[in-house]
């Protein structure tokens, strides 16, 4: 008795899943709320996830990605008043990825986030009156190999009509607030 095409099947696929939890990178504390992001890497990946996927991490920083297809994924996360993470190759400082095979289940995947400072001020001038329209700069000062100083403007911004200016999410750090004349 032949078998007909019908009652031949293709073994099912296994979904993936990714989890882990988001920490403070200086206290090792928990950071709830944070968003992460999951994205194929290649073309093969994106054409079987469709489009990204992204969690919010619970009261105790955890988070979940289930029912993945395998392939290669970016991660990132990110909160309010913490740098935004991705996984970095060390020796290149170019984004890496991860690679999940078929029915793969990585867990305690840890992903910490750096806190941020804010630099904000009013500047006026001699008379007591808002300076406008003036650029002020958040200057970083790294040392290179031989003690060389470098100096780079970490962040901008330009005061509004009552001379005030805010500059968010600074890396931690030594940083010096200098207006340009």
Same mark, same amino acid.
């Given at each position: 008795m032949g078998q007909s095409k019908d009652n031949f099947h293709t073994a099912p696929t296994v979904l993936?899943?990714?989890s882990g939890r988001v920490y403070r990178a200086d206290t090792g504390d928990a950071i709830p709320k944070?968003?992460?992001?999951?994205?194929?890497?290649?073309s093969d990946t994106a054409k079987a996830l469709g489009e990204g996927r992204i969690a919010r991490t619970g009261p105790d920083g955890t988070f979940l990605f289930s029912d =993945?297809?395998?392939?290669t994924y970016f991660v990132s996360a990110w909160r309010n008043g913490f740098s935004e993470y991705s996984l970095q190759d060390q020796e290149n400082d170019r984004p890496s990825s991860i690679?999940?095979?078929q029915g793969q289940k990585l867990a305690n995947l840890a992903l910490r986030l750096y806190p941020t400072g804010v630099i904000a001020g009013q500047i006026s001038d001699e008379d007591g009156d808002a300076v406008q329209g003036l650029e002020?700069?958040? =200057?970083?000062?790294?040392?290179?190999?031989?003690?060389r100083k470098q100096i780079s403007a970490a962040s901008r911004a330009v005061t509004d009509d009552l001379g005030i200016f805010r500059m968010p999410n600074l890396r931690s750090g030594r940083t010096t607030?200098?207006?340009e004349a």
């Open positions: 993936c899943e990714v944070a968003q992460v992001e999951l994205h194929a890497s290649d =993945l297809p395998a392939g690679t999940l095979k002020v700069f958040a =200057l970083r000062i790294d040392f290179q190999p031989g003690g607030s200098a207006p």
